[in-house]
């Protein structure tokens, strides 16, 4: 069964966008973006999955504390990763019966937990990050020049700074 557009709604997304987005062509970037991020990251899982075995929210978590000298909060942890904030609590306790990683209390604060990478977690991630780095180098990297990447990781980083909260 087809069904015919209905004239109102044709376009309407691309006159609100008129309207609403003070620049011509930002729905269309936007768009990309989101397109061009959510293909990536599924090729990224599929590749790291087939050719480790690893998740790659997984790997994020592994990643995100080496990037921070092996430990953090849990909560700056959940602030950094791929996955939602709900979901690295189970994550972390995975994780922890795999032996990657550890929690502690913190000694200041009763109510704060701190996520160590284990020796076996940097073994693992030393395993798993050439599989990732060579998907994001072919997918990523190796489709851009070096003007183009230089432009994109300044435009991202001022909307991350002013998408940052408090």
């Keep these: 069964m087809q069904v015919d557009p209905k004239p109102e709604v044709t376009g309407l997304l691309d006159r609100l966008a008129a309207e609403a987005l003070p620049k011509s062509g930002g729905l ?27 998740a790659l929210a997984d790997f994020d978590v592994l990643a995100q504390l080496a990037n921070a000298g092996g430990e953090l909060r849990m909560t700056e942890l ?3 990763a791929l996955i939602s904030r709900s979901g690295m609590t189970r994550r972390v306790a995975r994780l922890v019966d795999e032996g990657l990683v550890q929690r502690a209390s913190v ?9 160590a ?25 190796a489709q851009l020049d070096d003007h183009e990447l230089a432009v994109l ?4 980083d001022k909307v991350t700074v002013d998408c940052t909260f408090g």
């Design 28 to 54: 269309e970037a936007w768009s990309s973006l989101l397109q061009a991020h959510a293909t990536l990251m599924r090729r990224l899982e599929v590749d790291l999955a087939q050719a480790t075995g690893f």
């Design 78 to 80: 959940a602030g950094r």
């Design 107 to 115: 000694d200041s604060d009763a109510r704060g937990v701190v996520v």
């Design 117 to 141: 990478l284990t020796e076996a977690g940097v073994a693992r991630l030393t395993e798993t990050a050439p599989v990732h780095l060579r998907g994001v180098s072919e997918l990523f990297v």
């Design 153 to 156: 990781k300044s435009a991202l």
